[in-house]
């Protein structure tokens, strides 16, 4: 690799932070701004043609960010949704792919069957990166956000296999039907039993570390250990690494502090990167698809490339509104389970997230050379690609406004929750203070034990005061929201005089990081909400 090559991609990831940064700013779309910056790039001239690889995107790209998502995610509210996220992750990608394959056969002359459940499979799974993002942003209910996350863990797996199967099919390696569903089962059992058996292991040596760099740096390592081990069996990489991410995020709590302080910052900044690059490249393959198009009839290529996205678009409406209501029309015990119906406001804000991402194009790239109707399969991806993210990304936030969808009660109980929680706690802590005390463990004078008291008092105060928005009945400041406000005054100041100090060279570098440090936490715990 030259030094040119490295420029360039040193460049694109720069340009890419700084156009996630500006979205950032103005409260803006991150992944919408990078996508349409993408596309002008692609035609201004001096920028270098980045063609998208698909194996950096399946080998590099993939793996962290699922293993991410899954790490944030929720185990126990995913089992609780477990038939949903399968009835989207799983029968929505398979009948999109159907729907589309015929369609496009039907469509498009010369277009083998097989060929075109490959572009079904293609642009069947929704990459809710996005529509997470907004949710979050905007307040959506925990139940639709957990749906839309776990069907963005597994879709890409059942995706990818159906690719696998249809590709095999145009180049004379197919399966028949059977073989293939054997095949799926194959990849997503394996894949499972080699997620556990990675997640159990890293697990266990996790918890003999405290050492933070060291445990998150084998964390950055294991979603590469779970794909690779997955692919090389030939089974499901991709469901091996959210396999791992569930498991070791429901475990999280059982590591050092240090783990999950340093975890999260890690993991942040590692999703803000690559998220980023991931965007801007979408918008960047424009120029390079059209070029392979060229002799062809734009409006007849436009033509295809519209009404499949309006099939895409339509497909996932058409699936979504008997998926969630039929079940439980049909099985008393569904309705046993879930004696409450779904709101119909969450089943429309589900049917419309069906943004397309990087993994779709990632697969289009991956077509062999002499597949039929290459550069067409190439650029009908694209124009599905962004048309949901442009149509549907734009429109989603309106969306969630207009049917006024909240999780404002859903906060409230949370808040509830923890003042009771925090209230036990506090309870727990004082009576073990207590009897430490009475028991003769401890020699400490009274002003420390009373140090001890105010703190985990103030603790659970503070939960409470929570609840009433941080004022009093008459709208006064309460005396937790005042202690908040005056010692991060007096951390302010702390700070000035440090650095004071070490400008002065009667501190050292080493000292200021060490006493920084230790006011960065405080100061972290005051402002948590």
């Known amino acids: 690799m030259d030094i040119s090559t490295v420029a360039g991609l040193v460049l694109l990831a720069v340009g890419a932070l700084v156009v996630a940064g500006i979205a950032r700013r103005r409260d803006l779309s991150a992944p919408l701004l990078l996508v349409i910056v993408g596309l002008v790039l692609s035609y201004v001239p001096g ?45 929505l990608v398979l009948f999109t792919t159907v729907v589309i394959g015929m369609v496009a056969h039907l469509m498009i002359p010369k277009l083998p069957l097989a060929a075109a459940f490959a572009l079904g499979a293609i642009v069947a799974p929704p990459d809710a990166v996005a529509a997470v993002a907004i949710g979050r942003r905007l307040g959506l209910p925990r139940r639709p956000l957990t749906i839309l996350i776990g069907e963005s863990l597994f879709n890409d797996a059942t995706a990818l296999t159906a690719f696998r199967v249809a590709v095999g099919a145009v180049v004379g390696t197919g399966v028949g039907l059977v073989q293939a569903g054997g095949e799926f089962l194959y990849a997503a059992g394996v894949g499972v039993a080699i997620g556990l058996a990675i997640a159990y292991t890293a697990g266990l040596v996790l918890r003999r570390f405290t050492d933070a760099l060291v445990t998150n740096g084998m964390s950055l390592l294991l979603p590469y250990v779970a794909y690779l081990a997955g692919e090389l069996t030939h089974a499901s990489g991709v469901i091996a690494v959210v396999i791992v991410g569930l498991y070791l995020g429901y475990r999280m709590s059982h590591y050092s502090y240090g783990t999950r302080l340093l975890s999260n910052a890690v993991w942040q900044v590692a999703d803000f990167i690559l998220e980023s690059i991931v965007f801007i490249l979408i918008g960047l393959q424009l120029r390079p698809i059209l070029l392979g198009l060229e002799g062809e009839s734009p409006a007849r290529i436009l033509t295809y490339a519209l009404v499949l996205l309006l099939v895409a678009v339509v497909t996932r409406v058409v699936w979504v509104i008997p998926a969630t209501y039929v079940p439980r029309i049909l099985s008393k015990r569904i309705r046993r389970r879930e004696p409450v119906r779904p709101p119909w406001r969450y089943v429309v804000v589900l049917s419309w997230a069906g943004m397309r991402g990087v993994v779709s194009l990632a697969a289009a790239f991956a077509l062999p050379r002499n597949f039929p109707e290459r550069n067409l399969l190439l650029f009908v991806t694209f124009v599905i690609v962004i048309g949901t993210l442009v149509v549907q990304g734009l429109s989603f936030p309106w969306l969630i406004r207009k049917l006024g969808v909240s999780n404002e009660r859903e906060r409230y109980q949370d808040d509830l929750h923890e003042a009771a929680a925090q209230q036990a706690a506090a309870d727990a802590a004082l009576a073990r203070l207590d009897e430490m005390i009475a028991d003769g463990v401890l020699d400490v004078h009274e002003e420390v034990v009373e140090v001890l008291r105010a703190r985990t008092e103030r603790r659970a105060m503070h939960a409470w005061e929570r609840l009433g928005g941080g004022t009093g009945p008459e709208g006064e400041e309460t005396p937790a929201s005042l202690y908040r406000r005056l010692r991060r005054e007096m951390i302010d100041t702390e700070r000035d005089v440090i650095i004071r100090l070490r400008d002065e060279r009667r501190i050292d570098d080493e000292v200021l990081r060490r006493m920084m440090q230790e006011l960065d936490f405080e100061e972290a715990t005051l402002v948590r909400d």
């Open 47 to 91: 920028v270098p043609e980045y063609r998208l690889n698909p194996d950096v995107v399946l080998l590099v790209f993939l793996p962290p960010l699922l293993y991410s998502a899954a790490l944030d995610s929720s185990y126990l509210r995913l089992r609780d949704t477990a038939r949903a996220v399968g009835l989207l992750s799983v029968g």
